[in-house]
């Protein structure tokens, strides 16, 4: 383009189309009948014309353009127009110099521009009490500047007993955990019918597989190695507690509710916040901060209680989830401020002698943990829409998880640079209102395939198809599937997933969940449709791995291994994909014009060849009860599922699937032990060491074992009570909930009584709205249904009942004491 040329004088409104000529136009005061000749160059334009650059016309007295606007029209002499004053310049320089003195003077007068503690905090020392609790000092300012900075300072740890039993009695009573069984909870106590030594095996069984699962992409619990054989000495921890026991045993009892789901959420997230607010052993910070990041993860997956009632079947997570993790997060970023974890510990200057307590690889825990909470923190504010609170990274800029130059957190690494890096602070909300064509929204969708090619790149994304065992649901279907073959199929599912599938899938299921709630309708290169069925394929490698199996002994219902698998609520996605997949069958069904009808039949049946052995397992327990299953099944035409319920074709599964019972007999346990929580009970603990007949640890014991023990203690025992420990009603509260359970014999009759003149007592009718015939018991097929182990298992008919305590009831028209029998066996399991 050329460059224009300025000083024109006419307007491109003057033009004449017709022969793109200019048409000139004289202007000025007599010269309406006069021809102005522009081809002649004027020797001098006025001052105005000059300093406009525009063309003068040399108009006497006054040109055209002063004319136009009643300006007086001057022309000066030429030497005097370019001339400077002498000492122009040396004037000029003086006069820079003044106002940037001005100017300078100026801001910061109006400013008190202070330097900022943040831009000049490396420029001093900083202090820790690194040997005693690693608590961060700061640089001291008042110390040093009074000159009292002191050379070393000790820092009260206190480990008292007392502490830890009151902290340990708060987890007996919140959790109800049994207090002479190594504080195991009664629930899986009683499943086990008291087998301690099996349930030990189990436990180090979820021990081993919460480390190749939740703890395998965001370490959580940090080194591994460690933590392992913390918890495993505390599953075998005699009855001297150590210091550690209180951190330790939540931090099993997390574990074990990531398997089983046996506690109230309510409850634990209380008892979690009273655990941590009285642990004042300071050794034990980093501990603690792990252990809230691992409650945080926990809740982030939703309440569990949510599905625990009939009325939501398929409820999503409830709202106080979110609640309690808002806390827990605000409580952990308290914590990680007062260690300084984002402050480089080489920097650090202990204040208390020497650092023979510390850790060969404290500094490396340190960032491992810092790191870990860094992303739950901005994880959980991209997902639920919270403000951005936390500008540590950005203030101080800590040391990447990349310096530890350790292979297996690479997956971690590439997760922190997608999330912390591209996503910190964003409104996930604002974007996915956006347009398409925004470019903000564009910027998205570029940051998530960003993301996925960093995973193809290093082969961490996870397909069906890299499982040779699941062709059945990835090849075309030239024969149709039946009910028998799809009952084929799934007993052959008896995959065991290793550590890095289980890193894989979550990186996955990371991108594709972004990907699915910010798709929009438009976009042609990306479905829905197909998104939610990838989605779902990963699922179902979860739903289905039986890695978590014992001699085939069921641990829990296969669905409860999706519902804390990663930091956000997998249901909620399940349900989302679910949906997906029966609006896109209803939109083909009365969509007409099809461009590709084959495709779309093609489509159609990957969709209900993999919805068949979906729901299946999903709906295994709610078959004809839950009401999006019936849709599902008319959408899609889903074969007749409630036959695999049936008593031939149950035994065939290796998965246990009921769900629903198992749920509802955990959500009848703790309702019936927080009843029996607020009444008195008698204190029926037994010394198992010291008894004749055992000389082993009572975790070998088996449970003949404990019944023997029980009967010949209940042949001793003396059902009288004098008045004075009948009215005492305190003291039967403080040993109540770790009371064994006692076995009474209903062949026998034997009462002793120490005075004679006593009225005998009357033993309550323990079936009094129950039939006499004899008691049927399997404990285990009760609160672990459809398990493989039971179901071989012939029935016990047995002629006593174990009772988990007895309450004395203070009679109100005499002075006779009654018995009130709580039988746990009565309860709806």
């Keep these: 383009m050329a460059k224009r040329k300025y000083g024109r004088s006419y307007s491109l409104d003057d033009t004449d189309v017709s022969n793109n000529k200019v048409l000139i136009v004289p202007t000025g005061k007599g010269t309406s009948n006069a021809t102005t000749d522009f081809s002649v160059r004027k020797a001098h334009a006025c001052d105005r014309c000059r300093l406009k650059k525009i063309r003068c016309d040399g108009l006497k007295p006054n040109c055209s353009n002063c004319t136009k606007i009643n300006f007086p029209c001057k022309t000066s002499d030429k030497l005097s127009r370019r001339g400077l004053p002498k000492g122009y310049t040396e004037l000029l320089e003086k006069e820079i110099v003044r106002l940037t003195n001005l100017n300078a003077n100026s801001t910061v007068n109006a400013n008190s521009n202070l330097p900022f503690i943040n831009d000049t905090f ?22 040093i500047l009074t000159n009292n900075i002191p050379n070393s300072i000790t ?59 939740q703890n395998s992409l965001l370490l959580l619990l940090y080194p591994s190695n460690s933590w392992k054989n913390l918890l495993l000495e505390t599953i075998n921890s005699t009855t001297d507690a150590t210091v550690e026991e209180p951190i330790s045993l939540l931090t099993l009892l997390y574990i074990i509710q990531f398997t089983w789901s046996c506690f109230d959420d309510f409850r634990l997230f209380k008892v979690t916040k009273v655990i941590i607010s009285l642990t004042t052993n300071n050794t034990l910070s980093l501990k603690v901060l792990q252990l809230i990041n ?15 009632s009939k009325s939501s079947l398929t409820g999503s997570s409830n709202v106080d989830s979110v609640i309690w993790t808002n806390d827990l997060l605000n409580l952990n970023f308290a914590n990680i401020l007062n260690m300084g974890l984002y402050i480089n510990s080489k920097n650090l200057i202990p204040l208390s002698g020497s650092n023979e307590n510390c850790k060969p690889n404290e500094e490396d825990d340190r960032l491992v943990t810092f790191w870990c909470f860094q992303f739950l923190n901005s994880w959980w504010s991209l997902i639920q829409g919270l403000p951005k609170s936390n500008f540590l990274v950005e203030e101080f800029q800590p040391k990447s998880v990349s310096v530890l130059e350790i292979p297996k957190l690479k997956p971690f690494k590439i997760l922190l640079n997608f999330i912390i890096n591209s996503l910190d602070g964003c409104n996930l909300l604002h974007l996915s209102s956006l347009g398409i064509s925004d470019p903000n929204f564009q910027l998205l969708q570029d940051e998530l395939e960003g993301f996925k090619k960093n995973l193809l790149l290093w082969n961490l994304y996870h397909n069906l198809s890299d499982h040779d065992n699941f062709r059945f649901l990835t090849a075309d279907q030239s024969v149709e599937l039946t009910t028998n073959s799809l009952l084929e199929n799934l007993t052959c599912l008896n995959h065991k997933l290793n550590q890095p599938d289980f890193v894989e899938i979550q990186l996955t299921l990371f991108y594709l969940s972004l990907k699915l709630i910010t798709l929009k309708e438009e976009n042609q290169e990306s479905r829905k449709e197909d998104i939610s069925l990838e989605i779902l394929t990963l699922y179902f490698l979860i739903l289905t791995d039986n890695s978590n199996n014992d001699d085939n002994q069921q641990l829990q219902p296969q669905q409860l291994n999706l519902y804390h698998f990663t930091p956000f609520n997998s249901i909620d996605i399940i349900n989302l994909c679910l949906n997906n997949l029966n609006n896109w069958a209803i939109s083909l069904k009365y969509e007409n014009n099809q461009n590709e009808p084959h495709l779309s039949r093609r489509k159609f049946g990957n969709f209900q060849n993999f919805l068949n052995h979906w729901c299946s397992v999903w709906y295994y327990d709610e078959l004809s009860t839950n009401a999006f299953f ?33 749920l509802n007999s955990v959500a009848s346990f703790n309702s019936s ?22 000389n082993s640890n009572f975790l070998d014991a088996s449970p003949n074992d404990f019944n023997k023990i029980f009967m010949n203690n209940f042949e001793n025992y003396d059902y009288e009570t004098d008045e004075g420990y009948a009215e005492d009603d ?42 006499n015939n004899s008691t049927n018991f399997s404990a285990d097929s009760d609160l672990n249904p ?40 009565n309860s709806t399991f």
């Design 122 to 143: 490396y420029c001093f020392d900083n202090y820790n009490t690194r040997t005693a609790n690693e608590r961060f000092l700061g640089h001291l300012t008042w110390n």
């Design 155 to 213: 820092v009260t740890s206190f480990n008292d007993r007392n502490q830890i039993d009151l902290q340990l009695q708060l987890l007996t009573d919140f959790l109800n955990l049994n207090a002479d069984f190594n504080y195991l909870p009664k629930f899986l106590l009683l499943k086990y019918n008291y087998n301690l030594q099996f349930l030990k095996n189990l436990l180090s069984v979820i021990i081993k597989d919460f480390f190749k699962r």
């Design 294 to 308: 691992l409650s945080t993860f926990y809740f982030m997956g939703g309440s569990v209680d949510s599905c625990k």
């Design 630 to 662: 019936q849709v599902l099944k008319i959408n899609f035409k889903l074969l007749p599922l409630e036959t695999i319920q049936s008593s031939d074709h149950k035994q065939q599964l290796l998965i246990s699937s009921n769900k629903l019972k198992y």
């Design 673 to 694: 032990s927080l009843k029996s929580n607020h009444t008195s009970k008698i204190n029926t603990q037994l010394n198992l060491l010291q008894h004749s007949n055992i």
């Design 730 to 771: 305190d003291e039967e509260e403080s040993d109540s909930d770790n009371s064994l359970p006692l076995e009474i014999p209903f062949n026998r009759n034997k009462t002793k009584f120490k005075n004679k003149n006593k009225e005998p007592q009357r033993n309550l009718p323990l079936f009094q709205s129950r039939n």
């Design 786 to 825: 459809n398990s493989p182990s039971t179901a071989s298992t012939p029935k016990k008919y047995l002629d006593h009942i174990i009772l988990d305590n007895r309450d004395i009831i203070n009679g109100h028209a005499s002075n006779k004491q009654k018995f009130k029998i709580q039988n746990i066996l």
